[in-house]
């Protein structure tokens, strides 16, 4: 089992930025795609940036240019610097990581963090 536990969430104005940071423990051996999500109150819960083990990131689309994903792989934690903060960003965020067994995919979650951007 892979335990995931962000911090970093907080409330910011409009404008502002957060940094985000998730650490992973337990079975981490194999770990490879490591990213975040976020769900607004009352929607699905969205991609917001991945990045593999060689740091290759993919991010969602409306994101690109002000979040930004990095990750340690020394470290076993993942990053996401959140700039120009808008209201519409307010989410919970989570940390999302999966491992190869060798015959399948494993997906683990953190519990979330709060992000609030006040207009």
């Known amino acids: 089992q892979v335990q995931l536990v962000e911090s970093g969430g907080g409330l910011v104005q409009a404008g502002g930025s957060l940094r985000l940071s998730c650490a992973a423990s337990?079975?981490?051996?194999?770990?490879?795609?490591m990213g975040w999500y976020r769900q607004a109150p009352g929607k699905q819960r969205d991609l917001v940036a991945v990045i593999s083990s060689g740091g290759n990131a993919n991010y969602a689309d409306n994101l690109k240019g002000r979040f930004t994903i990095s990750r340690d792989n020394a470290e076993n934690a993942v990053y996401l610097q959140m700039n120009s903060l808008k209201p519409e960003d307010t989410a919970v965020y989570y940390c999302?990581?999966?491992?190869?067994?060798?015959?399948?995919?494993?997906?683990?979650w953190g519990q979330g963090t709060q992000v609030t951007v006040s207009s």
């Open positions: 337990g079975s981490i051996f194999g770990l490879n795609g």
């Open positions: 999302y990581a999966n491992s190869w067994t060798g015959s399948n995919y494993l997906y683990y």
